[in-house]
């Protein structure tokens, strides 16, 4: 055993224990955290499996296959990002309509 993979082991369960005990999650994104973290458990415990995995692909090291799928992760988790900040953007002003004419039928209303 390399003497980085008990450090990245413990990294990726302390990062799992910080995301269940701090956030506030659906049960689908618990299980694809889980699935994530096992799946990182498992390269970094046996990273002939990213070997594997990359001969079968076509791609010349274990290391190269797992950056390009780390590459469409990030670009998948800021698509995501992206489309919560306009949700919340949308609903911000909704809000802000509905206090405004609130407030308008008030001063109305007076």
């Not at 082991?9 to 005990?21: G, K, Q, R, S, T």
């Not at 694809?32 to 799946?39: D, G, K, N, R, Y």
């Not at 670009?75 to 206090?99: A, H, M, P, W, Y």
């Amino acid at each position: 055993m390399m003497r980085i993979q008990p450090i990245l082991i413990l990294l990726l369960i302390v990062l799992v224990i910080l995301y269940f005990a701090k956030m506030r999650s659906r049960l689908s994104d618990r299980i694809v955290v889980s699935i994530l973290a096992a799946i990182g458990l498992t390269l970094v415990a046996a990273p002939g499996v990213a070997s594997s995995l990359a001969r079968m692909v076509g791609v010349g090291r274990g290391v190269d296959v797992v950056i390009y799928f780390s590459i469409v992760g990030i670009g998948f988790f800021i698509l995501l990002l992206i489309s919560k900040v306009r949700d919340l953007e949308n609903k911000i002003t909704v809000l802000t309509r509905e206090v405004a004419l609130s407030r308008a039928y008030q001063i109305k209303s007076s």
